[in-house]
């Protein structure tokens, strides 16, 4: 069984609607990492949470300790928020232990 | 912003070949990291390097990869010996400590043939 779970695994948008993309885990962190990879391959740090709630321009990122489960949303997405969205947890060692990503498309 | 800075972007090796990945990490980072990424699958943990030292390394991270910071800047993985599932992104990461987010490299696409 994965530690780190995504759901889905696959999306796909009209441009303005409101995106969610869930991610559960099973073993004990230290943060939770929202992360964005694009076509090239490059990863991008979105967020980083251990607790709450964060809020960057149109993203908003929440977690929940109790559950072990986060949750991002996209708001008034757009085709260029198209790209994989990957939930990363940090183990107490540091390192970051990776989902399988959720691939979102936004259609014009 | 600060960068982290990978090179080359892309390599392709003979099987057999070693070869060395290099990553300059941001200055005040203290913790870095080696990842990679086969095609089409998760991103998966190599190893974790912390004053000048391995802290942690993954069961992939066997004898045939080694990892060195040789001038207070660079930070290499080098791969010996590379075997046709050696082809995958590998990502050098850096923060500066647990309470900081990671930043990433771009990435190197290593190919063996």
């Known amino acids: 069984k994965n530690e780190v779970e995504q759901s889905p695994q696959n999306l796909t948008a009209q441009e303005g609607e409101f995106i969610t993309i869930n991610c559960s885990y099973s073993v004990g962190i230290s943060a939770l990492h929202w992360l964005q990879q694009h076509p090239g391959g490059g990863i991008v740090s979105l967020f980083m949470l251990s607790s709450g709630k964060k809020k960057h321009g149109r993203l908003i990122a929440t977690i929940n300790i109790q559950e072990k489960h986060s949750s991002l949303h996209i708001t008034a997405s757009h085709p260029r928020d198209s790209a994989v969205y990957i939930c990363?947890?940090?183990?107490?060692?540091?390192?970051?232990?990776f989902g399988t990503g959720t691939l979102l498309a936004v259609q014009p | 912003e600060p960068e982290v800075t990978q090179t080359p972007s892309h390599q392709v090796t003979q099987m057999g070949q070693e070869v060395i990945l290099r990553c300059v990490p941001i200055s005040n980072h203290l913790y870095f990291y080696w990842y990679r990424q086969i095609l089409g699958q998760k991103v998966e943990f190599l190893v974790s390097?912390?004053?000048?030292?391995?802290?942690?390394k993954s069961e992939i991270f066997d004898d045939q990869f080694s990892v060195e910071r040789p001038d207070g800047s660079n930070f290499t993985l080098k791969i010996r010996s590379t075997k046709l599932e050696d082809s995958a992104m590998y990502f050098c990461a850096s923060h500066r400590d647990s309470n900081y987010g990671y930043t990433f490299g771009s990435g190197t696409r290593l190919t063996v043939v």
């Open positions: 390097f912390y004053n000048n030292e391995i802290s942690e």
């Open positions: 990363a947890v940090g183990a107490a060692t540091n390192k970051l232990i």
